[in-house]
């Protein structure tokens, strides 16, 4: 006979007709018996087993135990037969299967975090015996001698390599191995979800989507979703003041869908996770951007002077309005950056614009009412010229007039205009006059003059408001100020 297993060591016993392994397995572990008749090659054989309890057919010479037990401990022999000769029975080896000590997580997360609840087991595979333990970690915190070790507020002196052996209570020198080594790694840094929003500027109805990324994704997160309300007495957002969004606690997807958003609007999430639940930080507040295309009676934003375009150090005004004692303005910049207006003189915003001051900009009350976006840009460069045009959508059926200035003089003539970088008219005017705005004219507009290019900016067409309602949804998109923000939208 020979004992074969995964894994393990073999010990190998010659003997005059056979060859005979004896062996050590753990409980759990995969064993054959095999039979083999050495000078009996090429012959047919049947065999027969000792002991009975293999059940084995006689004409097979191996015998496989998938998942060995202690029953399955004791002494192995065979024979062999062809015709009517038999050959002499083999030496009796001895399979001897150990219980196995394992040490499990649970959960099983591959991070824990500070805070969190975790336990520790020791478990013995195989036998029923009842069993003392023993533990052996580098942690700074050591287990007590028992089979379960209940972390319930982990920290990082939790941290290190945990290994555990039984020894049986009936006869104290009779152990297991060490277990192998399991690491638990405790970090004391909370996470904090990262959310991200697309669409990040709203389209008549288009469904706006929050996504919630925590580190480890798959590790047993729910989800929670939250409309941010601004505190204007800290210039802060308070997570003691989020508005738990309808159905958006503990929700097993980290994705969320929000329909028939029709106004600027702040956004956060957080996760948790466990028992008793364990929460990360909030994420940092998104915005979902309207740019005026829904028509809001209860906060707005007007721009003085009304244009998107500035020279550095020109004086700009940003006033909020509505049925609120407290504002605030707030600017979302080219680098990914929020802040807040610290120039405010009652429900306005005032200051002389730098480059730096490129960027979005809405209102937010005392309530968590959000008026319209708006896109400002500078150009510092004094010699180059910059497009006028409104800050907010022109309504259809209205009339507009774009024209062209330098940083010391609006000009008169010989401009040339372009739409959606189509030279509209090959002729030299001052203004570029549209009496009835349609659809058709949205889009980007730039303006030349004696060679010198202004950037271009994006005039959104809304429909004409409807009387008998607060919103109006009109179709109408804000790529430009979408491609200029795409790379901290999200």
Partial sequence: IKISKLPGLIYLIKTK??????????????????CEIQ?????????????????????????????ATESDSGGYSCRGRRGSFWTVWSDVITLTVLCKSVVT?????????????????????????????????????????????????????????????????????????????????????????????????????????????????SAGWSFYWYKAVPDLKTFNYKSSSYELLPDGSGTAQDSYIIHGQTHTAGYVCRAGRGDPEYHTDHSQPKFVWSAGQFVSLSASLTVSPDRVQHFTSDSVSLTCEGNFTEWRVRKFSEDGRLSDCRRMTGSTCNFNTSKSDTGVYWCE????????????????DGNVSILVSPVHPVTEGASVSLSCSLRTQKI?????????????????????????VSKSDEGFYKCQYSG???????????????????????????????????????
């Fill in 412 to 436: 008169l003539s010989n401009v040339f205009f372009y739409h959606n970088d189509k030279l509209i008219e090959n002729d030299t005017r001052g203004e570029l006059k549209i009496s009835a």
């Fill in 105 to 217: 997580l649970y959960p099983n997360w591959s991070e824990i975090y500070r805070g969190e609840t975790i336990t520790v087991r020791c478990e013995i595979h195989g036998g029923d015996t009842e069993w003392d333990y023993e533990w052996k970690t580098n942690s700074i915190i050591k287990p007590p001698n028992q089979n379960e070790y209940r972390i319930r507020s982990a920290s990082s002196s939790n941290s290190g390599n945990y290994r555990c052996k039984g020894r049986m209570k009936s006869s104290q020198h009779e152990t297991t191995e060490w277990s192998d080594s399991v690491t638990l790694t405790v970090s004391d840094n909370k996470p904090r979800p990262v959310l991200t929003v697309s669409p990040s500027w709203l389209s008549p109805g288009a469904s706006v989507t929050l996504n919630c990324e925590v580190e480890h994704p």
């Fill in 39 to 67: 000078g009996g090659e090429g012959a047919q054989w049947t065999y027969e087993w000792s002991p009975a309890k293999l059940n084995t057919p006689p004409t097979s010479n191996e015998y496989t135990i998938s998942r």
């Fill in 17 to 34: 007709h056979f060859i005979i392994y004896s062996g050590v397995i753990y409980s759990g572990e995969t064993v054959t018996v095999r």
């Fill in 365 to 380: 009350s005392g309530s968590g009412e959000f008026s319209s976006a708006v896109n400002i840009t500078v150009q510092n």
């Fill in 452 to 490: 010198r290019e202004s950037a271009q900016s994006w005039m959104s067409v809304k429909g004409e408001q409807d009387q008998n309602s607060v919103v109006h949804k009109v179709a109408a998109t804000m790529p430009y100020l979408e491609s200029r923000l795409a790379g901290f939208s999200g």
